[in-house]
């Protein structure tokens, strides 16, 4: 599959370009500290085979969500075909994090963050916060906060696996003790404790001192490399090593890491595919630990699998809005019934009401039924001045929603908070979400002057005519559906229930966008848009007015859709809104669309198709750590940068397929660049594509991006990404994200990058839950190219739910200027004493006949739950095994008791649902009895602080530890570039003479 565009190399329209990028890489190459954090890291580094935390992460969710689907729904060979554009951006997110670990400031040289220098215990209770953090955020439903501190602990957790010589000990298991307390703990080498010998060559073999590589349990000690100059190395201990770590020429010389198959940065380079191994089985027992102490079902929400798009809808409901409630009732009601037979998810269903001053509450609900129960329960009621609180409840709606989700709000109001809208503009965009409004006007007013004077009709409950009203009351309305990607339509009461027939249309499961542009003068325009092998069920919405509109496929037949019915579309006609559907058989190849507009007009085309991509802008790092940093936010215009595409969806019917090029393209749907594409995925078994372009210089206009490639049949395909990207000369970067603990103030560090002259910059900090001391606006004068630095403060009350997260938006604008950036961060509220500890179980007796007729004979065995911690048990289910678990009465004296036996009886079976057991005494006592065809067994224990037991049983009384498989295949390997082979002479030029 994609075997064309795997062979590519890079290629360029001319040798400048190409010896440009190279110059500005060359001149940002710098050290790595750890496994290389993503794809781009071994090009860097020249070490083609080496396994990233990108790739170790990616392979360790794809492989445990695929196993997950598979017990739940039997094996098919579509799901990784079909696991969906948001599950892959879900992906991308725990990846994001985990690299930021290798970038961000205050993470990046902290040895703690990646178990260096010997700050093991420090590691371990960090992990073991990160731990903590996930399951809290996950059954709090805090999905984006839980992706990010899981991110966060796949980084420290891969990082050991490199950095310590667990692998030099002969270790073929993974340590684990790091997640799991109870387990035993192999003590750290201390201060005055040399660690290594001596080591004069780029490959430092036998270097650890005999004890360091000790497999006599008694005997071990375990160390971890030094890095640099902080914290200073002690005498005798080990480097991290590498051409690039300054501690390496301090005794004792040398180095242990195994961050990658390169001699010049991993001294321990013969051991990486060992190392990277035991990374991949400890990643992969996090996530498995994850979903059975979660659910399956929560499990797969968390990574959006197969997830079909959230319904949001924000709904106005003071006294006015009685039709638009009703419309958005039946809509909601049509989108359900039409999910129930889909193989994907239903999805998520989020409901904000609001008026003036009341806004919320947020209704949120997996359940189609219930969301139903609310939507039928609103009420247009009330009124009073005609603004109303609609950024308000688009912000809660944001914060609330999943990324990719399609808002709708319904109103006939400006806003009253406009004050928010750069908050909002900062989620939408950071979560690539789009924000569609459908405004209702006054049925009487004539469809001519709409567009220009947005006025809307008058009500019993609004005060003010019409006349007293501004003409550009909306304005921050289509300004936001623009920038989202999302339309703004002005209709009327009586249209309004046809009109959201786009709801139904944009929450569509597998829906592709083919077009999107919009115009602002009266003129005649025409766009193309291309329909390959891969579309169907094409739909093309315009919002606006038009006098005129022919549709031309790709054989040149025509069709003028506003005078005559035709072979090639039917359309359907409402106030403010067209919607054309073209009808089967739909042609390959390129069709058009002349159009003559009265006034502001948006054209957006809609098909279904899986083929689809993700996007990110990212520069070399110039730190610590080789590697595409994401920007985050919007890239600074007319500086270079990369451009990171993923295709998703592919499958091998779309052999052949491949991908040549992204344009940039203007508001208007003009071309602004052409980025050249070259094919960098290291992984021929996934429906990704990962690609990757040199962007020279960004364009200083707001643009939109689109992918451009071929399918199988030689006809172009092109998919684009309706967001308009908003380039500008500041950044904002929040430096860390700590935990907010209840009844404490906590304070969140951010740095904002002044890319222009010397100028004033006015920021506006809000979070969704009040807990901010002071919100601005703060004022604050910046140098040219200089940088600003500070803090703000947050105090979460004692009454905060654990768990919860506080969605954190931080916006920077210049004065008179449109500079404009943001920085969005999820803090999680911890509780300060959390229990960390989880249950044990102890056998007391094993009775076994086992023969060698397996099937004649049995075996049982007695166990003892009991909870190492606070909380208490709070349920336990049979995983492993095909036998019985019967729960036993309470022991009296050294027999069971008899005294209330009937509460206790209770048997289950492998598949049975987690049996509660919160009220039960402790130790609780439970006998498992199997046929001796099986001889192990395992049971899951939780207690009600969330931790989890796995207690391995069998008949031989021998304690059986997990076996983890994996799945593991190497990549495939990149190609060396010329740039690549100069990097390597030119530092061993500096480094090594």
Known sequence: MMSQARKRVWKYNN??????????????????????PNFWSRVLTLSWDSHTHQYITEQAILNVTLDTLRQNQGHRTEDETRLGRGFWRAVREVVHSNAEMDFLSSTRSDPVYHFDSERVDSA?????????????????????????????????????????????????????????????????????????????????????????????????????????????????????????????????????????????????????????????QATLTV?????????????????SVKQAPSLVFVMDTTGSMFEEITAARLR???????RRNLPEQTGSFLLVPFHDPEVGPVYETDDPNQFMEYMENLMALGGGDEPEMCFTAIQLALTHSPPLSEIFVFTDASPKDAHLFDVVKALALAKQSKVTFLLTEDPNYSKESKPRSRTRRTSKRRKRSREHLPPNRFSL??????????LTIFTSNSDIHSVSSIVEDNTAAEKVTLLHVETDQDQKSSHSFRVDSSVKDVTVHISGFLSQCIL??????TQSLLSEKGSLASLEVFNGLYRVRLLSPIQPGQWNLQATADGHVAFSILAESNVDFLYYFATVTNKTHPGLARVEGSPVAGVPAFLVIAVTGLSPHHEGVSFSHVTLLGA???????????????????????????????PRAPFSVRLTGRDGGGNKLERVASELVQPTHVQIQVLSTPPLVP?????????????????????????DSGYLHTRGPYRFYISAHNVFHSQVGLHTPSTAQDGATVTLTLSVQALNSKDTNYAVAYLTVIPPDRDMSPPSCSASRVLSSCSPACNESTWSMSLALSDNGRSGLAALQLRQGIGSLTLLPPLVGDKLGEAHSDQYKATLVKGDPPFNVSESPEPLWVNYTSSCCSVSAELLVWDTAGNMKRCHFASAQQRQLSNTRTEYSRDGPLKPTRFSLLVLLLLCTEQLF
């Open 15 to 36: 040798g400048g370009a190409h010896w440009l990028m190279m110059a500005y890489l060359l001149s940002l190459i710098l050290p790595c500290t750890c496994f290389l």
């Open 124 to 280: 371990v209770a960090m992990l073991r916060r990160f731990w903590v953090h996930t399951l809290l955020s996950v059954r709090a439903n805090e999905h984006q906060s839980a992706r990010h501190s899981l991110g966060q602990l796949f980084h420290s957790l891969q990082d050991f696996y490199s950095h310590s010589n667990w692998v030099e000990m002969g270790q073929r298991s993974i340590y684990l003790h790091l997640l799991q307390p109870e387990e035993p703990a192999v003590p750290v080498a201390k201060d005055d404790t040399p660690t290594c010998m001596e080591c004069f060559s780029i490959t430092c073999r036998n270097n650890l001192l005999p004890r360091l590589t000790s497999a006599q349990k008694d005997s071990q000690l375990l160390t971890t490399g030094y890095f640099s100059t902080f914290p200073p190395k002690p005498e005798g201990k080990c480097s991290h090593g590498g051409m690039l770590d300054s501690s390496r020429s301090m005794g004792a010389k040398g180095g242990i890491n195994k961050d990658s198959t390169s001699p010049l940065f991993s001294p321990h380079h013969f051991l990486h595919v060992e190392a990277a191994t035991l990374a991949s």
């Open 287 to 303: 996530l498995r630990d994850l979903r059975d102490t979660v659910g399956h079902k929560t499990f797969l929400r968390l990574f």
């Open 332 to 338: 909601a009601h049509s989108i359900i019934q039409n």
């Open 477 to 486: 309305y289509t300004t936001l559906s623009s920038l989202s990607g999302g």
């Open 552 to 557: 031309i496929d790709p054989s040149g037949q």
């Open 668 to 698: 208007e749907g003009e071309s602004l660049k052409k980025v050249l594409l070259n094919s960098s995925s290291p992984y021929p078994s996934h429906t990704t594509e990962e690609l990757i372009g040199w962007v020279d210089s960004i």
């Open 743 to 767: 009844g404490h103030s906590t304070t969140v560090e951010f740095i904002i990058f002044n890319h222009g002259g010397g100028r004033l910059f006015n920021m506006i900090a809000e979070d």
